[in-house]
């Protein structure tokens, strides 16, 4: 399924269903100057609904090029088919070595640095949210979109699959935030939330965000970035908070 999140971006959600709790692992496809390009490229358990969602988005031309945020396979699994192996599809790759990371043939993005690809400019953040430490986020600068992996996440139920932010009752729901970040993030529990917080504050002062693009949730809408920030503060306090670190 595609939805829209801004003018140039849409949303190619899949996610897995954990005993009637869904958690996205998604990807993103951008309409850019000179071509297409995927923001990750899923897991491979969505291999074949996947490639037949980018196969329609593109009408049958498939991507021009590939942006990872890491080589795991939930963000990498399906360069292959989608043709990140090729001379035909450009494949940019967030690691010191994306050689070692399993993709040799991957232009390197530098975290801290910028990047034109396919005619669209592209920034690449040190997170403070993620799971590994080959990560980066990903800021386009056309339309503002700040693509993460992993933190910004939520969980959600069946049949709000393709919901942005404002499609929810009241914004994405905190206790999912919470849920989301407590099981995926487990080193929350040792950190101080505030520094997180202020890290979290520079790059939304440096970067006009209009929307967050997550790989493991529901996109979050500018007019519901304070409401969800507000959400994921207090969830990484309650994280926190929950344990005792000797």
Not at 160 to 184: I, K, M, W
Request: hydrophobic share 35%.
């Amino acid at each position: 399924m595609t939805v829209q999140v801004t003018p140039t971006v849409e949303w190619l959600t899949q996610c897995y269903d954990h005993e009637g709790s869904h958690e996205h692992v998604s990807l993103y496809l951008l309409r850019a100057p000179e071509g297409t390009v995927l923001v990750d490229s899923g897991s491979f358990y969505h291999r074949e609904a996947i490639t037949e969602a980018v196969d329609e988005a593109t009408d049958g031309a498939g991507p021009d090029a590939l942006v990872l945020s890491h080589s795991d396979y939930p963000h990498a699994a399906n360069v292959s088919p989608l043709g990140g192996d090729t001379e035909d599809v450009e494949l940019v790759a967030s690691s010191a070595s994306p050689a070692q990371q399993g993709l040799p043939d991957a232009r390197k993005c530098d975290i801290g640095g910028t990047m034109t690809v396919q005619g669209r400019e592209f920034s690449f953040i040190d997170p403070p949210l993620a799971d590994r430490s080959h990560t980066t986020w990903i800021y386009e600068h056309g339309d503002g979109v700040l693509f993460t992996a992993d933190g910004f996440g939520n969980y959600h139920d069946p049949g709000q699959c393709d919901y942005l932010s404002g499609d929810f009752p009241d914004v994405t729901p905190a206790e999912r935030v919470y849920e989301y970040h407590r099981d995926n993030l487990v080193w929350l529990r040792y950190v101080a939330p505030e520094k997180v917080e202020r890290t979290l504050d520079d790059i939304f002062a440096e970067y006009n965000v209009a929307a967050v693009a997550p790989i493991h949730g529901n996109p979050i809408e500018a007019d519901d970035l304070d409401t969800y920030r507000e959400r994921l503060r207090d969830a990484m306090a309650r994280i926190a908070a929950e344990h005792t670190v000797a």
